[in-house]
T-cell receptor, first 111, second 114 residues
Framework: GQQVMQIPQYQHVQEGEDFTTYCNSS?????IQWYKQRPGGHPVFLIQ?????EVKKQKRLTFQFGEAKKNSSLHITATQTTDVGTYFC???????????FGTGTRLQVTL | NAGVMQNPRHLVRRRGQEARLRCSPM?????VYWYRQLPEEGLKFMVY????????ESGMPKERFSAEFPKEGPSILRIQQVVRGDSAAYFC????????????FGPGTRLTVT
C-alpha cells in the first residue's frame, strides 16, 4: 500500500533558526496537503499543492511539490515559538478520497 | 459557521464495553472521514462516508468496528468490546467534496480503555 514518510521525526531549533521537513511518497500523488497539529490539538489544514514543481508561500512558510509529484517539503524561515507542533504531509492519489498521512515531524522551538 | 463537532471529547471505557463516538460535519459538508491517532504517531485513515453510504472502509479493522452516517444526525463510529489497544484519539474530518479538497478536522475524541 501507499506509504508516506517524513524526515526528520523530530527537530529542536532555537527561535530565529530555519526549519525544513521533507515528505516522500512511495507512489505518485495527485495532490499533497500539509497540516499542523499543536500538542493536544487537532490537525489544521495549511495548504494544498497540485501541480508538479509547484511552490507556494504563506508568510514565513514555503511549500514545494516535487517535479515527479512524489515528494514535498515545508520550510519555515526564522522560526517562532508559535510554530511549535507536528507538521504532517498528506497525499491523495486521484479520485480516491482517502488521505494518507505522513509520519509527521515534531518541531520544538526554544528561546 | 460552526466547525466540525465531535463528542464526547474524552471517553473512558472498561475492556469489553462499547464506545460510540459522534461527529457532526461542518454545515454544507456531506463527506465525513474518520482517522485514528495513537500516541506520538500519525493519523491512520479508517473510513470515508457520505450520507447513508460507506464509500471506503479500507482502513477499518474487520471486527468490532463499524461506522455510519445516517440521513439525519451525526456520523457515528462504534467500537464493540473495546480492548486496551483501542485507546487512541479518534478524529473526524469533513469536506464539501471528496476530490482535491482540504479536510476540516474536529477536536477529536480521546478514548481510554481501562
Amino acid at each position: 500500500g501507499q506509504q508516506v514518510m517524513q524526515i526528520p521525526q523530530y527537530q529542536h531549533v532555537q527561535e530565529g533558526e530555519d526549519f525544513t521537513t521533507y515528505c516522500n511518497s512511495s507512489t505518485t500523488l495527485s495532490n499533497i496537503q500539509w497540516y499542523k497539529q499543536r500538542p493536544g490539538g487537532h490537525p489544521v489544514f495549511l495548504i494544498q499543492l497540485v501541480k508538479s514543481g509547484e511552490v507556494k508561500k504563506q508568510k514565513r512558510l514555503t511549500f514545494q511539490f516535487g517535479e515527479a509529484k512524489k515528494n514535498s517539503s515545508l520550510h519555515i524561515t526564522a522560526t517562532q515559538t508559535t510554530d511549535v507542533g507536528t507538521y504532517f504531509c498528506a497525499g491523495n492519489t486521484g479520485t480516491a478520497s482517502k488521505l494518507t498521512f505522513g509520519t509527521g515531524t515534531r518541531l520544538q522551538v526554544t528561546l | 459557521n460552526a466547525g466540525v463537532m465531535q463528542n464526547p471529547r474524552h471517553l473512558v471505557r472498561r475492556r469489553g464495553q462499547e464506545a460510540r463516538l459522534r461527529c457532526s460535519p461542518m454545515k454544507g459538508h456531506s463527506h465525513v472521514y474518520w482517522y485514528r491517532q495513537l500516541p506520538e504517531e500519525g493519523l491512520k485513515f479508517m473510513v470515508y462516508l457520505q450520507k447513508e453510504n460507506i464509500i471506503d472502509e479500507s482502513g477499518m479493522p474487520k471486527e468490532r468496528f463499524s461506522a455510519e452516517f445516517p440521513k439525519e444526525g451525526p456520523s457515528i463510529l462504534r467500537i464493540q468490546q473495546v480492548v486496551r489497544g483501542d485507546s487512541a484519539a479518534y478524529f473526524c474530518a469533513s469536506s464539501p467534496s471528496p476530490i482535491v479538497y482540504e479536510q476540516y478536522f474536529g477536536p477529536g475524541t480521546r478514548l481510554t480503555v481501562t
